[in-house]
């Protein structure tokens, strides 16, 4: 991807404010009486940030955060309301399902409409027509009316006439998400591909394994405002905070702390992860490297600044990527840990590694059980501490995937043509 430090797109100070009425009457009341009537809502306020030139950018946020509207403004189909945004380059915007198509149309006539929409020529499209509905897959149904697709169809259609363009900015809108499985990998193939050529990526998604997986860099946006710009794996802790925050206040307990790293948090919490190390089940050497088939103690230093009746402490273990492989607590082993204020406990965790070669970030967590332990899934977060320990895979097996299972192969028989085809 593009180190360049141009900018492509420039966002400052934006705001958009929608005006709601009571009731559809009260709009022209307020234009008569020129009295307001109205009350505003800022879907955005204050947006500030900057996309350099072959950055790929995820935006991600809870439903009402302000994202698709962000989108809009940049993708120039919708005004704001203050501030100034600058897009420098060809843009191709693939936004709400289907815009721009006449649904009446074949799938043919839609892909010569929304590429003039986007800017190419008559010629320029019909010379791509071909590679967009081979990319699309729909060749069995590109002569019929997009009325008859599904919204997944359309989906597909879209990003592939999009996708087309070769743009200087590529904008898509969770428009992936109604994909199969193929055609989401093509289109995240296509997407890098784009980033490589030079080009920016601009896009909404609620999925951090795609964040992690395609971005150069995140973007979270909570209630209309920007909450978070930086490194994607800071931003999806930092989301994920937002759902422990909220379970807290259902819960009427105090906030969680979230610490990335080694970073200090100072926040006081009714429990604390002083540290955590990983031996060796075999030598009880320190390590941080996880040998295939070998045993090894994760112990997890806790102090208690109160009482805590049920305490649940664990850890779970991911990918540079953000894939969960495993993870596990003192909840899930149904086991309660009462805690005294001012103990220092020390919790182990035994596990066999079956982890394939690469590295992996060991998180830990403490949660107060709200059920006194016989519902693990009764919680609320004291603390996460986020890439506490990044560790090594190691085995000379080679195997696909994450984790070696084990698997053999038991010889082969010739199998009584008399069972075959038999139903069950």
């Known amino acids: 991807m593009s180190n360049t430090s141009e900018v492509a797109i420039r966002v400052s100070d934006v705001g958009k404010m929608y005006r709601l009425y009571s ?27 900057q996309v350099n030139r072959g950055e790929v950018v995820g935006i991600i946020g809870r439903n009402g955060a302000g994202k698709t509207t962000l989108l809009r403004i940049i993708a120039g189909t919708l005004d704001q309301t203050k501030g100034k945004v600058e897009v420098k380059g060809r843009v191709s915007a693939i936004m709400v399902l289907g815009t721009g198509f006449n649904m009446d149309l074949s799938g043919r006539e839609n892909i010569l409409l929304g590429g003039l929409c986007l800017g190419m020529t008559h010629e320029e499209v019909e010379r791509k027509a071909p590679d967009i509905i081979a990319f699309s897959g729909l060749q069995e149904f590109i002569d019929s009316p997009c009325k008859e697709y599904s ?84 931003i999806g802790y930092l989301y994920e905070q937002k759902v422990h925050e909220e379970m807290a206040a259902l819960n009427e307990t105090a906030t969680p702390a979230l610490q990335i790293g080694e970073a200090i948090e100072n926040t006081y919490r009714k429990a604390e992860i002083l540290h955590a190390d990983i031996f060796h089940a075999g030598t009880g050497e320190r390590t941080k490297r996880f040998v295939d088939g070998d045993e090894y103690l994760i112990r997890i230093r806790v102090k208690a600044n109160e009482d805590i009746a049920a305490l649940s402490v664990g850890y779970d273990i991911r990918t540079q990527t953000g894939v969960q492989v495993f993870g596990f607590s003192t909840g899930s082993a149904s086991q309660t840990e009462a805690i005294a204020a001012g103990d220092v406990k020390d919790f182990d965790f035994r596990l066999r590694s079956r982890f394939n070669n690469g590295s992996y970030f060991v998180n830990l967590g403490l949660a107060e059980n709200k059920a006194d332990g016989t519902d693990p899934h009764h919680y609320s977060m004291i603390q996460f501490v986020a890439d506490s320990i990044i560790v090594e895979g190691v085995t000379d097996i080679l195997f696909p995937g994450l984790a070696n299972m084990d698997g053999r192969f038991e010889g082969s028989t010739i199998a009584e043509s008399s069972s075959l085809g038999k139903r069950g």
């Open 23 to 49: 009731k559809p009457s009260d709009l022209l009341r307020e234009l008569i009486s020129r009295r307001p009537l109205h009350r505003e809502h800022w879907a955005l306020q204050n947006v500030n940030f």
């Open 151 to 234: 919204s997944g169809m359309v989906a597909r259609l879209a990003f592939s006439i999009a996708a087309s363009v070769d743009p200087d900015i590529l904008i898509v809108d969770e428009a992936l998400s109604t994909g199969d499985m193929m055609f989401n990998a093509k289109s995240y193939a296509r997407m890098r591909e784009i980033a490589k050529s030079g080009a920016t990526v601009l896009f909404v998604t609620h999925s951090l394994q795609q964040i992690y997986d395609l971005c150069d860099k995140a973007i979270l946006l909570e209630r209309g405002t920007v909450a978070a710009v930086g490194e994607p794996r800071t």
